[in-house]
């Protein structure tokens, strides 16, 4: 069963929260500085569900921090930040259990283990089962074209290959909002567009995804939305038409 039927067929038996505002993430004027630098300036955002957003900037604008934040890793200074209709300051729990995140570090996998042990490892974290963990597990991998490397240890990968790994644990317990943080780095064409096909795919049945990415160009055919950050001020956004992934597909 492919990851898309997978997730679907338990989203009908298991729904998601839902707070009713149509909105998966959802930011009003949200700062945050550091050392007395401003990071991010009076950021306002929204995603609604089912939808594709991608935030580009050179290093530095301020892109990370936006999904630490969205991810509860770090606190605001001011403003307010909704993902899956939680407030990301006084209600993280909730924010936490809505979401996947992969933030672009290769260091938080464990090296030495296989990439099938460190998505058991992960599914056991999260609280699901061994029979869920191994379906899902299989399922993300084979969309992500990742089952053999994943049957050797992560040392042994090549950074795209850490990459989608790192993908395929974020989606591992099925997230309401996903949150990738520079995810494409290191990927050859096949790693890209199973990684972007499969994202699109999910978009189209309710998941809600924020990518952050240094050039668009690579993500841009799934996007229902980019912003553009540049020192922590949003400067644009503007709205592309993501196609059909089922047209896409054929």
């Known amino acids: 069963m492919s990851a898309v039927r997978h997730l679907r067929a338990r989203a009908r038996t298991q729904p998601r929260p839902d707070s009713g505002d149509g909105n998966g993430i959802e930011v009003r004027g949200l700062s945050k500085a550091l050392r007395g630098r401003s990071i991010l300036t009076n950021v306002d955002l929204i995603v609604p569900r089912g939808t594709v957003a991608v935030v580009e900037g050179s290093n530095g604008?301020?892109?990370?921090?936006?999904?630490?934040?969205?991810?509860?890793?770090?606190?605001?200074?001011?403003?307010?930040?909704?993902?899956?209709?939680?407030d990301v300051c006084a209600q993280s729990l909730g924010v936490r259990q809505s979401i996947g995140v992969s933030f672009a570090n290769e260091r938080s996998l464990y090296w030495r283990i296989t990439g099938f042990e460190n998505l058991e490892l992960f599914g056991r974290i999260a609280g699901l089962s061994k029979r869920t963990i191994a379906d899902r597990s299989v399922s993300l991998l084979e969309e992500l074209k990742l089952v053999e490397a994943a049957r050797g240890q992560v040392a042994r990968m090549s950074t795209g290959q850490r990459q989608r790994l790192m993908v395929a644990r974020a989606l591992l317990a099925d997230p309401a909002v996903l949150l990738l943080d520079e995810p494409f780095r290191g990927l050859d064409e096949e790693g890209l567009c199973a990684l972007t096909g499969l994202v699109s795919r999910l978009a189209s049945d309710g998941l809600t995804a924020l990518i952050v990415a240094p050039l668009i160009e690579s993500v841009l055919p799934i996007a229902d939305a980019t912003y553009r950050i540049d020192a922590g001020v949003v400067r644009t956004a503007r709205s592309p038409r993501r196609p059909d992934p089922s047209v896409a597909q054929s």
């Open 61 to 86: 604008a301020g892109k990370t921090t936006l999904v630490r934040m969205l991810a509860t890793v770090v606190s605001p200074d001011s403003g307010q930040a909704f993902v899956n209709g939680y």
